[in-house]
């Protein structure tokens, strides 16, 4: 099995930062893609940011030059670092990768959710 665990959120100010964490352990052959979404109350998920295994990072137009996200893959962890927080970005947020257990296909797995609050 394959657990995802969020970590870093929490209430700030805004104009603050936080940095969220998630980590991927279990029975792990390789990691694909990882991404974050976020979910505020009454909206649906939306897609954040992703991160590839190789190549470029992509971002939701409301938080480029605001967030940024990294992954370190020798410990299956993806980061988001988050600046110039504003109200807006309230939500639940949500880490996605794509992981390959070693069977033919590869499947999306999700965390569990760290709720990140920004007052004004």
């Not at 880490?95 to 990140?116: F, H, K, L, P, R």
Request: proline share 2%; with cysteine.
């Amino acid at each position: 099995q394959v657990q995802l665990v969020e970590s870093g959120g929490g209430l700030v100010q805004a104009g603050g930062s936080l940095r969220l964490s998630c980590a991927a352990s279990g029975s792990i052959f390789n990691i694909h893609t990882m991404a974050w979404y976020r979910q505020a109350p009454g909206k649906q998920r939306e897609l954040v940011a992703t991160i590839p295994s190789g190549g470029s990072t992509n971002y939701q137009d409301s938080v480029k030059g605001r967030f940024t996200i990294s992954r370190d893959n020798a410990k299956n962890t993806v980061y988001l670092q988050m600046n110039s927080l504003k109200p807006e970005d309230t939500a639940v947020y949500y880490c996605n990768a794509d992981i390959d257990t070693g069977g033919y296909y590869s499947y999306d797995y999700w965390g569990q959710g760290t709720q990140v609050t920004v007052s004004s």
